[in-house]
Nanobody, 121 residues
Framework: QVQLVESGGGLVQAGGSLRLSCAASGNFFDWTMYWFRQAAGREREFVASIRWNGRILNYADPVKGRFTISRDNAKNTIDLQMNSLKPEDTALYYC???????????????WGRGTQVTVSS
């Protein structure tokens, strides 16, 4: 059974760092893996993605230079290192997977349940 489980969220002060991790069950070797986020009252938005070989990375403009996505295919984990956090980064962060590269959350094939990140000012 395919399953994505996020961890690592929490409460942090502005300027701080958090590292999110997504544990994937099943074989995701050929899949593009994503992080999305959804703030209260807002639509789910793309944060970052990484192709199966780890060589093609994409980031949303608001997180470029602050967030880093990585994957370990041997361990089936996808991490999101978040530095210089801002209050506007507060959201529920989701791990997702899709066979085709896209930043459209509607085209994801699998989702985790999310992990909450709260950044205080």
């Amino acid at each position: 059974q395919v399953q994505l489980v996020e961890s690592g969220g929490g409460l942090v002060q502005a300027g701080g760092s958090l590292r999110l991790s997504c544990a994937a069950s099943g074989n995701f070797f050929d899949w593009t893996m994503y992080w999305f986020r959804q703030a209260a009252g807002r639509e789910r938005e793309f944060v970052a993605s990484i192709r199966w070989n780890g060589r093609i990375l994409n980031y949303a403009d608001p997180v470029k230079g602050r967030f880093t996505i990585s994957r370990d295919n041997a361990k089936n984990t996808i991490d999101l290192q978040m530095n210089s956090l801002k209050p506007e980064d507060t959201a529920l962060y989701y791990c997702a997977a899709a066979l085709s590269p896209t930043s459209d959350w509607r085209r994801m094939n699998f989702w985790g349940r999310g992990t909450q990140v709260t950044v205080s000012s």
